[in-house]
């Protein structure tokens, strides 16, 4: 019986799972067209945002998973929306970073935390080792998806023999 509830479980958090990132994807579409950008552009915004400083284009592509022509132009729309510049390494003049504009990043800060303001509030009930889980959780399905997302783009559809464990 334990072998049919998990089935039972596993079959619930697929279908689930499948709401959710439907649910963000439709999100972020949103998102974006109130801003006026593409979906993959908003998620750059969200993804410079969390970098350090200035990147390259390369960088981007790594990002994004995008290939360095398409991260180009990625870049092109986001300077001609006004969210980056481009602007010249310090330490090598000959290489080229891409910056956020500190007043845009601000605003799409302020309307996420309009937007995303309850978004805390779904963790009240759950302790900390719960909330532990989901982050956890959240980290491998960052790094499979990444794994997948590679797959799909060497044209590797094959099963996966060893599933989500192996694949590293």
């Known amino acids: 019986m334990a072998g049919d509830a998990r089935e039972g ?38 993804l410079l945002s969390l970098e350090q400083g200035p990147v390259t284009t390369g960088r981007i592509a790594e990002m994004t998973g995008l290939t360095t022509g398409s991260a180009t132009r990625l870049v092109d729309r ?36 309009r937007l995303g303001g309850g978004w805390y509030a779904l963790f009240d009930g759950l302790d900390d080792a719960e909330v532990a889980l989901i982050i956890g959780h959240m980290r491998r399905t960052v790094d499979f998806s990444a794994q997948q997302v ?19």
């Open 9 to 46: 479980l596993l079959g619930e958090l697929a279908v689930v799972s499948r709401r959710y990132m439907a649910s963000y994807a439709l999100f972020n579409q949103a998102l974006a067209d109130h801003v006026g950008l593409h979906p993959t552009d908003v998620q750059c915004v969200n």
């Open 78 to 113: 986001l300077e001609k929306a006004g969210y980056v510049v481009r602007e010249r390494d310090v330490v090598d003049r000959r290489r080229v970073l891409v910056a956020t504009v500190p007043e845009k990043i601000a605003e799409f800060g302020r309307m996420w935390d």
């Open 150 to 168: 590679a797959r799909l783009r060497a044209g590797d559809l094959q099963e996966d023999p060893e599933g989500p464990e192996g694949a590293s």
